[in-house]
């Protein structure tokens, strides 16, 4: 499953647990820096679940995504249940970054190789790169299950479909 000094990889299907018998599974989609891209689905699945990918649907959107880092999964608190193909053409973001004045504005791919100046429009819908911890995820699971209270953070790790690294720069 993970290699030598990597807590999770690409394609990794982990559960994020809500309570003691239940949790919800994510997909790593990609690895940045010291930085993971996760989907995490709206279905939950028993926490003993172990690579039954019958039980998986990841042919819906997913309902949160977050670049985060690997620190639940370092005892085991996001434990990996298997593997699947983690789709980063359909996924993986473009970022924006700069300011709105002319010149200022731009757009980079998921991984800051190639970037090019924005449109206004791009500025609008492409989310700057921020980085969530862990914690954030497990949170809005919690209040997305209705154990605890919603708060308006958790909107920020909805997933919203956007111009994807692909789309804008090739894969």
Same mark, same amino acid.
């Given at each position: 499953m993970t290699k030598p000094g990597n807590l999770a990889n690409a394609g990794d299907v982990f559960l994020i647990p809500v309570d003691s018998s239940r949790g919800y599974p994510g997909v790593v989609v990609a690895e940045r820096n010291a930085s993971l891209y996760v989907l995490? +689905?709206? %279905?939950? /699945? @028993?926490l003993h679940s172990s690579g039954n990918a019958s039980s998986w649907n990841f042919t819906?959107? @997913?309902l949160f995504a977050a670049l985060t880092f690997d620190a639940r999964f370092y005892h085991g608190d996001w434990k990996i249940i298997g %593997?699947?193909?983690p789709e980063p053409d359909r996924f993986l973001p473009a970022f924006s970054y700069g300011s709105p004045e002319p010149g200022g504005a731009r757009v980079s791919n998921f991984t800051g190789t190639t970037s090019r100046s924005a449109s206004p429009a791009e500025m609008q819908t492409i989310s700057p $790169? *921020? +980085? &969530? *911890?862990p914690m954030l995820l497990e949170r809005a699971l919690r209040a997305h299950a209705g154990l605890d209270p919603w708060y @308006?953070?958790?909107d920020e790790i &909805? +997933?919203?479909k956007t111009p994807t690294s692909? $789309? /804008?720069f090739g894969s």
């Open positions: 995490v +689905y709206d %279905q939950t /699945l @028993p819906v959107d @997913p %593997q699947t193909t $790169e *921020i +980085y &969530r *911890i @308006p953070v958790f &909805r +997933y919203t692909a $789309e /804008l």
